[in-house]
T-cell receptor
Framework: AQSVTQLDSQVPVFEEAPVELRCNYS??????LFWYVQYPNQGLQLLLK??????LVKGINGFEAEFNKSQTSFHLRKPSVHISDTAEYFC???????????FGTGTSLTVIP | EAGVAQSPRYKIIEKRQSVAFWCNPI?????LYWYQQILGQGPKLLIQ????????DSQLPKDRFSAERLKGVDSTLKIQPAKLEDSAVYLC????????????FGPGTRLTVL
């Protein structure tokens, strides 16, 4: 069975500081990996995705993530956060051979002025 | 391009009542998803359609939840009868055919069961 673990439920960080949101997955087969962001009272929006190729993926709003197959991780990073980055961030996994989609429990990022 | 539309945005009902949610996906998107997001948790897939056929409904509580996607376009999700634990945000998303295609989410319907 596939699962997604987001190790930190809440991450407070000061404005302009770097941040890393952690995501680990378990799967015995090839997967696609995604990060979505959810602003208050809104639906989810795709930040970035890894399908194949380069393990470093760049997304919108200055975010990037690195796929590490040996550690089954897909951590999200941003070198300098803004107040507007305050939101809930979800890691998700999809089986490469199918259409099933699994979300993690989310990490609440709070940027402190 | 219009996004995924959902209605209503908010709904308050008493337990044992019935409720229905509506979703209109992005035009041309073959795949439609319904998710349940309980406060503090990630979205949980309830049902996935490809065109008007069901791809995955393994986590849909079929004794009380039902969904349909007539004509492969818009979709309705129904709960009958509702329980207190059904209080959640119900998200609809759509995508092109394959799993690696980006899912576009609607704003959700916040259901409160009293």
């Amino acid at each position: 069975a596939q699962s997604v673990t987001q190790l930190d439920s809440q991450v407070p960080v000061f404005e302009e500081a770097p941040v890393e949101l952690r995501c680990n997955y378990s799967s015995s087969v090839s997967v696609y990996l995604f990060w979505y962001v959810q602003y208050p009272n809104q639906g989810l929006q795709l930040l970035l995705k890894y399908l194949s190729g380069s393990t470093l993926v760049k997304g919108i709003n200055g975010f990037e993530a690195e796929f590490n197959k040996s550690q089954t991780s897909f951590h999200l990073r941003k070198p300098s956060v803004h107040i507007s980055d305050t939101a809930e961030y979800f890691c998700a996994v999809s089986l490469a051979a199918g259409n099933q989609f699994y979300f993690g429990t989310g990490t609440s990022l709070t940027v402190i002025p | 391009e219009a996004g995924v539309a959902q209605s209503p945005r908010y709904k308050i009902i008493e337990k044992r009542q019935s409720v229905a949610f509506w979703c209109n996906p992005i035009s041309g998107h073959a795949t439609l998803y319904w998710y349940q997001q309980i406060l503090g948790q990630g979205p949980k897939l309830l049902i996935q359609f490809q065109n008007n056929g069901v791809v995955d409904d393994s986590q849909l509580p079929k004794d009380r939840f039902s969904a349909e996607r007539l004509k492969g376009v818009d979709s309705t999700l129904k709960i009958q009868p509702a329980k207190l634990e059904d209080s959640a945000v119900y998200l609809c998303a759509s995508s092109l055919v394959r799993a690696y295609n980006e899912q576009f989410f609607g704003p959700g319907t916040r259901l409160t069961v009293l």
